[in-house]
C-alpha cells in the first residue's frame, strides 16, 4: 500500500532529502584517486551528524557503514573498506539520512580522473534514464511506466538494466511500497497518487545485468565484471509533475 504524505509530512521530508543532496555534493567535490572508500563513507557519516542527521544506512538491517561506495563492478550497497579508489574508476555513493522522522534518500556515480569514453557514457546515460523516467511523470502516471523509459534510454544506449535491486517508496521507512522497476511494460502497474513519495534510482550496465552478492552478503557485483552505474533521487508525485527533493 502506498502510503500518501499529507502536505505536512512533505515540508518535514525535505530537511533529510536536502541533507542527502547536499552532502552528495560535498561528497563529489572531494571524491578523488587515492581516497579509499572508507575515507569517503567518513565525509558522509560526518557530514550528516553535523547536518543534525542521522545516517539511515548504518546499522540498517546491519548495514555497517553511513554510505555504499560501489567502486567499477560493484553495482550497489559497496561496504566501505579499505579499497583505494584509482584514476579512471566509476564509484557511486548512494546514502539516507534521517531527520524529522523521515528518511531522504539520493545516489550519484562520480567520475575519477581520466575515465573511458564506454565509462563515461554510462555514467552519463544512468542520470539521464532517471530525467527521461521523470518526463511526463506526474499523479495518475501507471507506475511501470518509470521502469519502461528507464529500460528504453538504457537499452537504446546498448547497456542494460539490473533486475535484482529497485526503487521504492520513502518516507517514515526507508523502503516503503512501492517498488519502482527499472525495466516494464508501458501503461501497466497502478496509477500513482499524487502525495506519493518515491526514490527514483536507474542502476545500469555496461555488460550483463546480472548481479551475484558477495561472501559479506551485500555487495552486489556483476556477474561479468563490466561496469555499472546508479543515479537516484527522492521526489513527490504532484498533480502536475514531480518536485525532487534530493536536488
Ligand atoms: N540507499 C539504498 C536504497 O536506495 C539503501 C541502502 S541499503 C543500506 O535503497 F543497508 F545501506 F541501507
Ligand atoms: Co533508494
Known amino acids: 500500500m502506498i502510503r500518501v504524505k499529507t502536505e505536512e509530512e512533505i515540508e518535514l521530508m525535505r530537511e533529510p532529502n536536502r541533507i542527502v543532496g547536499d552532502c552528495l555534493k560535498f561528497v563529489g567535490e572531494r571524491i578523488k584517486a587515492g581516497m579509499t572508500t572508507k575515507e569517503v563513507d567518513t565525509l558522509v557519516y560526518e557530514f550528516i551528524k553535523a547536518s543534525g542527521a542521522e545516517p539511515s544506512c548504518l546499522g540498517y538491517c546491519g548495514y555497517p557503514a553511513s554510505a555504499c561506495v560501489s567502486v567499477n563492478e560493484v553495482v550497489v550497497h559497496g561496504i566501505p573498506d579499505g579499497r583505494v579508489i584509482e584514476n579512471g574508476d566509476i564509484v557511486s555513493v548512494d546514502l539516507c539520512a534521517y531527520k524529522n522522522g523521515f528518511h531522504g534518500d539520493g545516489a550519484r556515480t562520480f567520475c ?57 517508496g520513502i518516507g517514515r521507512e526507508m523502503h516503503e511500497d512501492p517498488s519502482v522497476l527499472n525495466y516494464g511494460k508501458r501503461g501497466t502497474g497502478v496509477r500513482l497518487p499524487a502525495n506519493a513519495v518515491l526514490c527514483i534510482e536507474p542502476m545500469i550496465a555496461a555488460g550483463g545485468y546480472r548481479v551475484r552478492v558477495a561472501r559479506d552478503g551485500w555487495t552486489a557485483i556483476t556477474v561479468d565484471g563490466k561496469s555499472a552505474a546508479h543515479y537516484e533521487n527522492t521526489l513527490v508525485i504532484r498533480e502536475d509533475g514531480v518536485e525532487i527533493l534530493t536536488l
Request: proline letters at 2%; aromatic letters at 10%.
Open 112 to 168: 575519477i580522473g581520466e575515465v573511458s569514453e564506454e565509462k563515461k557514457k554510462l555514467v552519463r546515460v544512468a542520470e539521464e534514464c532517471f530525467f527521461k523516467a521523470i518526463e511526463g511523470l506526474r499523479a495518475g502516471t501507471p507506475l511501470y511506466d518509470i521502469g519502461y523509459r528507464v529500460q528504453q534510454h538504457a537499452e537504446g544506449n546498448g547497456f542494460s538494466v539490473i533486475r535484482a535491486y529497485t526503487g521504492h
